[in-house]
């Protein structure tokens, strides 16, 4: 077995204080980067559809970016980590540019060979996937420019940047493909080109390189690391709650607009809208509720409530789809009402779970911990789409059945778990 690396006694230690403008610089480029991808979520499978894709090739679309993520973030990482954080960001941004820039130029006309341009769109997301370390290398920054007790501030810095970006971006979006099918991917490849620019001129490399992040990539190069983490059988169920979860979630999110556009004949403008109801909800749970909840009850009611409450958003768009006499106007307040039990149970259970991880996780071992939290969440990001418009192909309601399903298994396994872990576990505030 591989002995592990001494880190301490290679990197100087954390500043006291992160440089001047680090932070607020580092949420720009964020903020820019995540602008960018929320304006084309609403159009990707319009896109798709407008070159006669199928149902599953819509999937495809989001699937073929996650795991050209999942095989590149590692690599960028350890990039990072030999050359700078600051040039590895540079790339992935204007990696962006140009698969953003790829996708405007399929979408700008019509093709005489439908099949050109939907190969265009993939070519799009296997570049923007590729290059994609933004937020990995982001988070790696924080880490090395603040100090271990102000660290989670500065992570709370890209949670807000993602809620800004995914609340704002999907109704701009929608709003720029009502005018043209081009201009979100034009809009998005102006907003990295402008990330790029900040990066160059605003962001100085740090003077260290965090322990924690560089184990979360070496973990990746040596699997002898997981092993103690294996033997951990309270650890692994909240893993694999994590992974289900997440792969529920993407289910709902890779079909959401082809439902709504066969359902109620909703397009771009509609579906950012909806999409943008979501990340308020986002924003203000994850950005004034979940500290009080989290006090107030601890977190293991949390990770049990969120997908119940996710569970009864997928039986409310189940009944819509196989109910064809509600109408537009109920069948809209329905999807608004699953909408945003959707987006809270999502955004009470993500934390919370993230929380349960880190105190079962060995103290020692946080870092590889969370490189495999993330790479099971980019496999569960690769594994659903295909999977939920597999699905949708038999009937619509087909992704958000299953997706339900889970989640009501997922909720059921973590009150069980709960119950094994007593005594084993950090017991839940509400239980001190």
Partial sequence: MTEPLDYESASPQPPLEPPKGALLAIFLIVLSDLMGFGLIIPALPFYARAFHA??????????????????????LGLASDRFGRRPVLIFSQLGSVIGYLTLAVATARRWA????????????????????????????????????????KGMGMLGAAFGIGFSIGPGVGGVLAHF???????????????????SIVRLVEPARHSRDVEEQ??????????????????????????????????????????????????RELAVGGFFALAGITIIIVQGGLIGKLTKRFGEWPLVIAGPMMVACAMGLYTVIG??????????????????????????????????LVSQTADPRLQGTTFGLFHMLGSLARVLGPIVATALYTKHMTGPFWLAGSMMLAVGTWTVALRGQAAGKLVPARGER
Avoid: K
């Fill in 322 to 355: 196989w109910n064809w006499s509600i109408g537009v106007g109920s069948g809209v307040a329905i999807v608004m009402i699953a909408g945003l039990f959707n987006a809270t149970g999502r955004s009470i259970q993500t934390p919370a779970l993230s929380a």
């Fill in 217 to 266: 990539q070496l973990a990746w190069i040596h699997p002898a690391r997981f092993v103690p983490i294996l033997r951990n059988p309270s650890l692994v169920q909240l893993l694999g709650i994590s992974f289900v979860s997440m792969a529920a979630f993407v289910m709902m999110e890779a079909t959401f607009a082809i439902f709504m556009n066969d359902r109620f004949g909703f």
């Fill in 180 to 198: 043209h099918p081009s201009l979100p991917a034009l809009g998005a490849a102006a907003f990295s080109l402008a990330a790029a620019v900040m």
């Fill in 54 to 75: 199928s149902d599953l090739q819509v999937g495809l679309i989001f699937s073929i970016y996650s795991l050209c993520q999942l095989v590149a973030t590692p690599v």
């Fill in 113 to 152: 060979n439908p099949l050109a341009g939907l190969l265009l769109v993939y070519a799009s997301r296997v570049i923007d996937g590729a290059s994609g370390g933004n937020i990995s290398t982001a988070q790696a920054y924080i880490s090395d420019v603040t100090p271990p007790q102000s660290r989670a």
